[in-house]
């Protein structure tokens, strides 16, 4: 299941798990077309009357919430954090991307390009079978 697939063993041999990630973004109702029509992720539920928003990209569990998105840099290897996409046919998915209005920023080296939301946030696009 997804709950324990993203679970890890503690040093003290408990158990935590992933449970979802939360993006800061301006808009969460922008941020949930960006997501569903250009990524394709499946939207879940709404929360506060609109304000908190939850997508769904495979197993993992994002939550769109209001807030500040911190200062983006320019360079993909400077930001804080990223999220991977992983794909089998990373020129088809390139192309679908592209065509949705996504603007690639650049190679993170070796066949993974990047891009940002709308809040700024990170993303890299890679096949993990062309990568040892």
């Known amino acids: 299941s997804a709950r324990s697939r993203f679970a890890f063993r503690l040093a003290s041999g408990d158990t935590m798990r992933i449970g979802h990630i939360e993006l800061f973004v301006q808009d969460p109702v922008t941020s949930k077309e960006y ?3 250009v ?7 709404e929360q506060a009357d609109g304000r908190i928003v939850w997508v769904k ?25 990223a999220i991977v996409l992983y794909t089998d046919d990373l020129d088809t998915e390139i192309a679908r991307l592209k065509l949705r209005g ?5 190679d993170d080296g070796g066949g993974c390009p990047t891009f940002r939301d709308p809040d700024g946030n990170w993303f890299q696009l890679t096949n993990p079978g062309q990568h040892t």
């Open 35 to 37: 997501y569903t029509q």
């Open 102 to 106: 996504v603007a690639f920023e650049g």
């Open 57 to 81: 990209l495979g197993d993992i569990e994002l939550l769109l919430r209001p807030g500040q998105p911190g200062d983006s840099p320019d360079i993909y290897k400077f930001a804080r954090s």
């Open 39 to 45: 990524l394709g992720a499946e939207a879940i539920s």
